[in-house]
């Protein structure tokens, strides 16, 4: 990756504690390579072309003693709509980063299906010039033990559309974090508390977006609406950016994917448009819906939507059969046979993974487009109504 844009308090990262071994170390066994898997076909995103610029900050408001600065060390990745038509780019991650990854990979997914994903070509270029006008934003928060660039498929599909996207890499929370002069942040155990450290970086994150667009050089400089601010994220993240909506007042939009409430996320009360996407419970059949009602999960869950909603002015909650919790990330692009089936599991459902990330990208569009005033694009429930695997409910004071 290029050298990341710093704002003025940053330092670097210039010793790191020997923080806890890797919460994903299950001891399960991984299969033997049987030969090679396809590097798979991404999709090719339509509409601008799609830069990205790596960032690096520091938020001098939280203190984290393992770090040098003493404060909390952050990076990302700022996808922007690009002047230039879309092209084939090069590979998600750098080298050492790629590297630091691969065990994880390894533990969820096999050896050959690690490497294809490491292997994966996206669309994004380095630094090139950024498109006319202004675009809203939107920031992403990963999963627990995920990277940002584990959901390329999903932001590319948005900047593509006319976004940019803030996407944070989180340290303790994604699986691994280079922060500087080689050294690497591991994942930390996940508490309650680590739905509002996440959320915090969130609102970090919105702070920063004013700075970047007001420093000169960058090629996104002047092109990022602090007016139009969105966030949305994948399990953990999801959670996380619903409750960022209800703390920071300059976000207007929240988007959950498939992500669980616990801690402060399962109490806030955003005053703003919602999307909360979840998945088929993975004991109970794709069809009909009506069967998912006593699992246990979904009625968990179904129970903390009611509450988190009360206060949003739209909610939109949309179930998707045949989609499971990893059916958001791009491994869901491999072939089912790529995968061995005691790690497979209820991670992928029985969607074609090209086809469920496109149900995801279009629900974005639509509900960010109502939402933030964002590019022209479908209405949810007309992508719904499109899509016999999913159903849409609707609730919030609008609907009262």
């Given at each position: 990756?290029?050298?990341?844009?710093?704002?003025?308090?940053?330092?670097?990262?210039?010793?790191?504690?020997?923080?806890?071994?890797?919460?994903?170390?299950?001891?399960?066994?991984?299969?033997?390579?049987?030969?090679?898997?396809?590097?798979?076909?991404?999709?090719?995103?339509?509409?601008?072309?799609?830069?990205?610029?790596?960032?690096?900050?520091?938020?001098?408001?939280?203190?984290?003693?393992?770090?040098?600065?003493?404060?909390?060390?952050?990076?990302?990745?700022?996808?922007?709509?690009?002047?230039?038509?879309?092209?084939?780019?090069?590979?998600?991650l750098?080298?050492?980063?790629?590297?630091?990854?691969?065990?994880?990979?390894?533990?969820?997914?096999?050896?050959?299906?690690?490497?294809?994903?490491?292997?994966?070509?996206?669309?994004?270029?380095?630094?090139?010039?950024?498109?006319?006008?202004?675009?809203?934003?939107?920031?992403?928060a990963?999963?627990?033990?995920?990277?940002?660039?584990?959901?390329?498929?999903?932001?590319?599909s948005?900047?593509?559309?006319?976004?940019?996207?803030?996407a944070?890499?989180?340290?303790?929370?994604?699986?691994?974090?280079?922060?500087?002069?080689?050294?690497?942040a591991?994942?930390?155990?996940?508490?309650?508390?680590?739905?509002?450290?996440?959320?915090?970086?969130?609102?970090?994150a919105?702070?920063?977006?004013?700075k970047?667009?007001?420093?000169?050089?960058?090629?996104?400089?002047?092109?990022?609406?602090?007016?139009?601010?969105?966030?949305?994220?994948?399990?953990?993240?999801?959670?996380?950016?619903?409750?960022?909506?209800?703390?920071v007042?300059?976000?207007?939009?929240?988007?959950?994917?498939?992500?669980?409430?616990?801690?402060?996320?399962?109490?806030?009360?955003?005053?703003?448009?919602?999307l909360?996407?979840?998945?088929?419970?993975?004991?109970?059949?794709?069809?009909?819906?009506?069967?998912?009602?006593?699992?246990?999960?979904?009625?968990?869950?179904?129970?903390i939507?009611?509450?988190?909603?009360?206060?949003?002015?739209?909610?939109?909650?949309?179930?998707?059969?045949?989609?499971?919790?990893?059916?958001?990330?791009d491994?869901?692009?491999?072939?089912?046979?790529?995968?061995?089936?005691?790690?497979?599991?209820?991670?992928?459902?029985?969607?074609?993974?090209?086809?469920g990330?496109?149900?995801?990208?279009?629900?974005?569009?639509?509900?960010?487009?109502?939402?933030?005033?964002?590019?022209a694009?479908e209405?949810?429930?007309?992508?719904?109504?499109?899509?016999?695997?999913?159903?849409?409910?609707?609730?919030?004071?609008?609907s009262?």
């Amino acid at each position: 990756m290029q050298r990341p844009v710093r704002s003025a308090a940053t330092a670097l990262m210039a010793t790191l504690l020997c923080w806890a071994a890797l919460a994903a170390c299950t001891g399960q066994s991984v299969p033997e390579d049987v030969g090679p898997v396809a590097t798979p076909v991404t999709p090719m995103p339509k509409g601008h072309g799609i830069g990205r610029v790596p960032v690096a900050w520091t938020d001098a408001t939280r203190t984290e003693h393992a770090t040098a600065s003493g404060r909390r060390e952050l990076r990302g990745l700022l996808y922007y709509p690009a002047a230039q038509a879309v092209a084939d780019g090069g590979r998600a991650l750098d080298a050492a980063w790629a590297d630091a990854y691969r065990p994880s990979l390894v533990r969820r997914i096999g050896p050959r299906a690690a490497d294809a994903v490491l292997q994966m070509r996206w669309h994004a270029g380095a630094g090139i010039a950024a498109a006319e006008g202004r675009f809203p934003v939107l920031v992403f928060a990963h999963g627990y033990h995920q990277l940002p660039t584990s959901y390329t498929t999903l932001i590319e599909s948005l900047v593509a559309r006319g976004y940019a996207v803030f996407a944070i890499a989180a340290p303790g929370i994604a699986e691994v974090v280079p922060l500087g002069d080689g050294r690497i942040a591991p994942n930390l155990p996940l508490g309650d508390d680590g739905y509002s450290k996440f959320a915090q970086d969130i609102a970090s994150a919105v702070a920063e977006l004013p700075k970047l667009d007001a420093t000169p050089g960058h090629p996104f400089s002047g092109h990022l609406d602090s007016g139009r601010i969105g966030v949305f994220g994948h399990s953990v993240g999801g959670a996380a950016a619903v409750l960022a909506s209800a703390r920071v007042p300059a976000i207007r939009a929240a988007a959950n994917l498939d992500g669980d409430y616990s801690g402060d996320a399962a109490e806030a009360q955003p005053r703003v448009p919602l999307l909360y996407i979840t998945t088929q419970p993975p004991n109970r059949a794709a069809t009909p819906k009506s069967g998912w009602d006593d699992e246990r999960n979904e009625v968990r869950r179904a129970g903390i939507w009611r509450q988190l909603a009360v206060a949003s002015p739209r909610a939109l909650r949309v179930r998707v059969g045949g989609m499971f919790h990893a059916n958001f990330q791009d491994e869901a692009l491999l072939p089912a046979s790529a995968i061995p089936q005691e790690l497979r599991g209820t991670r992928f459902g029985s969607i074609d993974g090209v086809r469920g990330l496109e149900l995801t990208s279009r629900l974005l569009a639509g509900f960010f487009a109502g939402s933030l005033g964002g590019p022209a694009a479908e209405e949810v429930d007309k992508v719904v109504a499109a899509y016999p695997e999913a159903d849409l409910q609707v609730s919030g004071s609008a609907s009262r």
